[in-house]
Protein backbone atom coordinates (compact mmCIF):
# COMPACT_ATOMS: atom_id res chain seq x y z
CA UNK A 1 0.00 0.00 0.00
CA UNK A 2 2.74 1.90 0.90
CA UNK A 3 4.59 1.44 -2.36
CA UNK A 4 1.14 2.36 -4.01
CA UNK A 5 0.55 5.51 -2.30
CA UNK A 6 4.58 6.60 -3.11
CA UNK A 7 4.08 5.33 -7.06
CA UNK A 8 0.68 7.86 -7.10
CA UNK A 9 2.29 10.90 -5.43
CA UNK A 10 5.53 10.35 -7.89
CA UNK A 11 3.45 10.67 -11.14
CA UNK A 12 2.02 14.09 -10.00
CA UNK A 13 3.36 17.09 -11.70
CA UNK A 14 3.47 20.75 -10.73
CA UNK A 15 0.49 21.49 -13.26
CA UNK A 16 -1.29 18.92 -11.69
CA UNK A 17 -1.25 20.84 -7.88
CA UNK A 18 -2.31 23.97 -10.52
CA UNK A 19 -4.87 21.89 -11.83
CA UNK A 20 -6.15 20.49 -8.69
CA UNK A 21 -5.78 23.50 -6.85
CA UNK A 22 -8.37 25.36 -9.50
CA UNK A 23 -10.64 22.76 -9.18
CA UNK A 24 -10.91 22.96 -5.41
CA UNK A 25 -11.44 27.08 -5.01
CA UNK A 26 -13.55 26.63 -7.93
CA UNK A 27 -15.51 24.19 -5.53
CA UNK A 28 -15.16 26.54 -2.96
CA UNK A 29 -16.71 29.49 -4.88
CA UNK A 30 -19.76 27.75 -5.71
CA UNK A 31 -20.23 26.32 -2.31
CA UNK A 32 -19.80 30.04 -1.12
CA UNK A 33 -22.63 30.92 -3.47
CA UNK A 34 -25.06 28.64 -2.73
CA UNK A 35 -24.71 28.29 1.26
CA UNK A 36 -27.40 30.82 2.38
CA UNK A 37 -30.11 29.67 -0.57
CA UNK A 38 -32.18 26.69 -0.71
CA UNK A 39 -29.95 24.57 -2.70
CA UNK A 40 -27.98 23.50 0.05
CA UNK A 41 -31.17 21.34 1.75
CA UNK A 42 -31.41 20.38 -2.11
CA UNK A 43 -28.10 19.13 -2.38
CA UNK A 44 -28.38 17.50 1.01
CA UNK A 45 -31.37 15.50 -0.30
CA UNK A 46 -29.54 14.86 -3.32
CA UNK A 47 -26.16 13.57 -1.26
CA UNK A 48 -28.93 10.88 0.75
CA UNK A 49 -30.56 9.97 -2.41
CA UNK A 50 -26.89 8.69 -3.33
CA UNK A 51 -25.70 7.25 -0.67
CA UNK A 52 -29.30 4.88 -0.46
CA UNK A 53 -28.47 3.89 -4.14
CA UNK A 54 -25.23 2.75 -3.16
CA UNK A 55 -25.90 0.79 -0.14
CA UNK A 56 -28.84 -0.65 -2.00
CA UNK A 57 -26.74 -1.98 -4.85
CA UNK A 58 -24.35 -3.18 -2.05
CA UNK A 59 -26.45 -5.36 -0.51
CA UNK A 60 -28.66 -6.36 -3.36
CA UNK A 61 -31.76 -5.18 -3.06
CA UNK A 62 -32.14 -5.22 -6.77
CA UNK A 63 -35.86 -3.32 -6.98
CA UNK A 64 -35.29 -0.59 -4.28
CA UNK A 65 -31.83 -0.41 -6.46
CA UNK A 66 -33.60 0.27 -9.59
CA UNK A 67 -35.59 2.92 -8.28
CA UNK A 68 -33.33 4.80 -7.44
CA UNK A 69 -31.20 4.59 -9.88
CA UNK A 70 -34.29 5.65 -12.67
CA UNK A 71 -34.60 8.74 -9.97
CA UNK A 72 -31.54 9.90 -9.78
CA UNK A 73 -31.74 10.19 -13.59
CA UNK A 74 -34.91 11.99 -13.20
CA UNK A 75 -33.14 14.38 -10.32
CA UNK A 76 -29.93 14.82 -12.72
CA UNK A 77 -32.17 15.74 -15.86
CA UNK A 78 -34.18 18.59 -13.27
CA UNK A 79 -31.14 19.88 -11.56
CA UNK A 80 -30.38 22.51 -14.09
CA UNK A 81 -34.37 23.77 -13.51
CA UNK A 82 -34.30 23.74 -9.39
CA UNK A 83 -30.76 25.48 -9.62
CA UNK A 84 -31.90 28.12 -12.17
CA UNK A 85 -31.54 30.97 -9.86
CA UNK A 86 -27.95 30.04 -8.42
CA UNK A 87 -26.94 29.42 -12.65
CA UNK A 88 -28.09 33.01 -13.53
CA UNK A 89 -26.37 34.33 -10.56
CA UNK A 90 -22.99 32.60 -10.99
CA UNK A 91 -22.99 33.27 -14.64
CA UNK A 92 -23.88 37.08 -13.62
CA UNK A 93 -20.88 37.05 -11.32
CA UNK A 94 -18.78 35.07 -13.87
CA UNK A 95 -19.91 38.05 -16.37
CA UNK A 96 -18.85 40.80 -14.22
CA UNK A 97 -15.56 39.74 -13.31
CA UNK A 98 -17.02 39.06 -9.55
CA UNK A 99 -16.48 34.84 -9.37
CA UNK A 100 -13.43 35.02 -8.10
CA UNK A 101 -13.89 37.42 -4.70
CA UNK A 102 -16.52 37.79 -2.10
CA UNK A 103 -19.32 38.25 -3.46
CA UNK A 104 -20.01 40.84 -0.82
CA UNK A 105 -17.17 42.79 -1.48
CA UNK A 106 -17.55 45.97 -2.99
CA UNK A 107 -15.18 48.21 -5.15
CA UNK A 108 -14.45 51.62 -4.05
CA UNK A 109 -17.66 53.40 -6.34
CA UNK A 110 -20.04 50.62 -4.65
CA UNK A 111 -18.55 51.53 -1.15
CA UNK A 112 -18.84 55.04 -1.87
CA UNK A 113 -22.59 54.58 -2.95
CA UNK A 114 -23.89 52.59 -0.15
CA UNK A 115 -22.22 54.83 2.88
CA UNK A 116 -23.74 57.79 0.41
CA UNK A 117 -27.14 55.96 1.26
CA UNK A 118 -26.62 55.21 4.72
CA UNK A 119 -25.64 58.95 5.72
CA UNK A 120 -28.61 60.60 3.96
CA UNK A 121 -30.60 57.77 5.55
CA UNK A 122 -29.61 58.18 9.21
CA UNK A 123 -29.64 62.29 8.67
CA UNK A 124 -33.38 62.32 7.27
CA UNK A 125 -34.32 59.62 10.66
CA UNK A 126 -32.33 61.86 12.76
CA UNK A 127 -34.09 65.01 12.07
CA UNK A 128 -37.48 63.66 12.14
CA UNK A 129 -36.41 61.54 15.10
CA UNK A 130 -37.24 57.83 13.93
CA UNK A 131 -36.01 55.04 15.33
CA UNK A 132 -33.77 52.52 13.15
CA UNK A 133 -30.96 49.77 13.95
CA UNK A 134 -28.70 48.92 10.81
CA UNK A 135 -26.45 46.00 10.53
CA UNK A 136 -23.99 45.80 7.85
CA UNK A 137 -22.36 42.60 7.71
CA UNK A 138 -18.35 41.85 7.91
CA UNK A 139 -16.60 38.64 7.65
CA UNK A 140 -19.02 36.91 10.10
CA UNK A 141 -21.67 35.54 8.62
CA UNK A 142 -25.06 36.33 10.26
CA UNK A 143 -27.59 34.01 8.82
CA UNK A 144 -29.03 33.30 12.11
CA UNK A 145 -30.31 36.68 12.29
CA UNK A 146 -31.73 36.92 9.45
CA UNK A 147 -33.81 34.04 10.00
CA UNK A 148 -34.99 36.12 12.31
CA UNK A 149 -36.82 38.17 9.94
CA UNK A 150 -38.69 38.93 6.83
CA UNK A 151 -36.49 38.71 3.75
CA UNK A 152 -35.93 41.61 1.53
CA UNK A 153 -33.20 41.21 -0.61
CA UNK A 154 -33.51 45.29 -2.28
CA UNK A 155 -30.83 47.57 -2.99
CA UNK A 156 -29.70 49.82 -0.14
CA UNK A 157 -31.37 52.83 -0.91
CA UNK A 158 -31.89 55.85 1.65
CA UNK A 159 -35.98 55.75 0.19
CA UNK A 160 -36.12 52.14 0.80
CA UNK A 161 -34.25 52.09 4.78
CA UNK A 162 -36.85 55.13 5.54
CA UNK A 163 -39.91 53.19 4.44
CA UNK A 164 -38.91 50.38 6.19
CA UNK A 165 -37.96 52.38 9.73
CA UNK A 166 -41.46 54.57 9.84
CA UNK A 167 -43.26 54.16 12.27
CA UNK A 168 -46.73 51.48 12.79
CA UNK A 169 -45.32 49.77 9.40
CA UNK A 170 -44.76 45.95 9.51
CA UNK A 171 -41.11 46.21 9.22
CA UNK A 172 -40.06 48.93 11.67
CA UNK A 173 -39.26 47.16 14.92
CA UNK A 174 -36.23 45.01 14.98
CA UNK A 175 -33.24 45.27 12.45
CA UNK A 176 -32.30 45.37 9.24
CA UNK A 177 -29.25 43.06 7.48
CA UNK A 178 -27.20 44.49 5.11
CA UNK A 179 -24.82 42.31 2.71
CA UNK A 180 -22.54 43.80 0.35
CA UNK A 181 -24.80 46.64 -0.72
CA UNK A 182 -28.14 44.90 -0.48
CA UNK A 183 -30.45 44.21 2.29
CA UNK A 184 -31.02 41.18 3.27
CA UNK A 185 -33.46 40.77 5.82
CA UNK A 186 -35.81 43.40 8.00
CA UNK A 187 -37.02 43.06 11.53
CA UNK A 188 -34.39 40.91 12.68
CA UNK A 189 -34.18 39.82 16.05
CA UNK A 190 -30.59 40.62 18.18
CA UNK A 191 -29.08 39.71 20.70
CA UNK A 192 -29.17 42.04 23.69
CA UNK A 193 -25.84 43.12 25.63
CA UNK A 194 -24.97 41.67 29.32
CA UNK A 195 -22.44 44.23 30.13
CA UNK A 196 -24.12 45.98 33.61
CA UNK A 197 -21.54 49.29 32.56
CA UNK A 198 -23.95 50.33 30.11
CA UNK A 199 -25.90 53.73 30.80
CA UNK A 200 -29.48 53.45 31.89
CA UNK A 201 -30.33 55.40 28.94
CA UNK A 202 -29.76 53.50 26.30
CA UNK A 203 -32.56 51.55 25.33
CA UNK A 204 -33.06 47.96 23.84
CA UNK A 205 -31.68 48.91 20.12
CA UNK A 206 -28.40 50.54 21.42
CA UNK A 207 -28.44 47.24 23.76
CA UNK A 208 -29.19 45.23 20.65
CA UNK A 209 -26.48 46.85 18.41
CA UNK A 210 -23.76 46.25 20.97
CA UNK A 211 -24.97 42.97 21.47
CA UNK A 212 -24.77 41.69 18.05
CA UNK A 213 -20.92 43.69 17.74
CA UNK A 214 -19.92 41.80 20.97
CA UNK A 215 -21.09 38.42 18.91
CA UNK A 216 -19.73 39.21 15.62
CA UNK A 217 -17.41 41.75 13.43
CA UNK A 218 -20.40 43.60 12.08
CA UNK A 219 -20.79 47.30 12.61
CA UNK A 220 -24.24 48.46 13.96
CA UNK A 221 -25.62 52.17 12.96
CA UNK A 222 -28.58 53.30 15.72
CA UNK A 223 -30.41 55.94 15.21
CA UNK A 224 -32.58 57.14 18.91
CA UNK A 225 -36.32 57.36 18.50
CA UNK A 226 -36.62 59.74 21.38
CA UNK A 227 -33.28 61.83 21.11
CA UNK A 228 -32.37 61.76 17.22
CA UNK A 229 -28.66 60.91 17.90
CA UNK A 230 -26.82 58.82 15.70
CA UNK A 231 -24.52 56.33 17.19
CA UNK A 232 -22.27 53.73 15.65
CA UNK A 233 -21.38 49.89 17.81
CA UNK A 234 -18.82 47.73 16.63
CA UNK A 235 -16.40 45.70 18.87
CA UNK A 236 -18.76 45.76 21.80
CA UNK A 237 -18.21 49.71 21.75
CA UNK A 238 -20.66 52.78 21.46
CA UNK A 239 -19.68 55.84 19.01
CA UNK A 240 -22.22 58.06 19.65
CA UNK A 241 -22.81 61.71 19.05
CA UNK A 242 -22.09 61.37 15.44
CA UNK A 243 -23.00 63.73 12.05
CA UNK A 244 -23.29 62.46 8.73
CA UNK A 245 -19.45 63.14 8.27
CA UNK A 246 -18.02 61.26 11.19
CA UNK A 247 -20.34 58.36 10.44
CA UNK A 248 -18.71 58.06 6.92
CA UNK A 249 -14.92 58.67 8.59
CA UNK A 250 -15.92 55.74 10.65
CA UNK A 251 -17.26 53.05 8.03
CA UNK A 252 -14.97 53.69 5.50
CA UNK A 253 -11.86 52.09 7.13
CA UNK A 254 -14.12 49.26 8.26
CA UNK A 255 -14.47 47.86 4.76
CA UNK A 256 -11.10 48.02 3.16
CA UNK A 257 -10.99 45.12 0.16
CA UNK A 258 -8.84 42.45 1.17
CA UNK A 259 -7.57 40.75 -1.56
CA UNK A 260 -6.86 37.05 -1.10
CA UNK A 261 -3.36 35.22 -2.85
CA UNK A 262 -6.03 32.84 -4.55
CA UNK A 263 -8.02 36.28 -6.03
CA UNK A 264 -4.91 37.92 -6.47
CA UNK A 265 -3.59 34.65 -8.78
CA UNK A 266 -6.69 34.74 -11.01
CA UNK A 267 -5.98 38.73 -11.34
CA UNK A 268 -2.31 38.83 -12.04
CA UNK A 269 -1.26 40.12 -15.41
CA UNK A 270 2.52 40.37 -16.68
CA UNK A 271 4.15 43.54 -16.89
Known amino acids: ?23 AYVLYKLYIMIRDTRAVAL ?28 TMTVVLVALPVVFQPELRRALEQLGRGRFFKNSSQLNAEEKETLFTELTRTVTALSKNKIGALMVLERDTGLNDYIETGIKVDGLVTSEFLINIFI ?30 TLTKELGTRHRAAIGISEQADAVVIVVS ?25 HLAPLFVAKTSSLSDLFSWRPS
Open 43 to 70: LKGLAVLLLATLVSKWLELNVINWLLQK
Open 167 to 196: PNTPLHDGAVIIRGNRIQAAGCLLPLSDDR
Open 225 to 249: EETGIISLARGGRLHRYLDADKLKE
Open 1 to 23: MLLQIRGIISTISFLDIIDMAIV
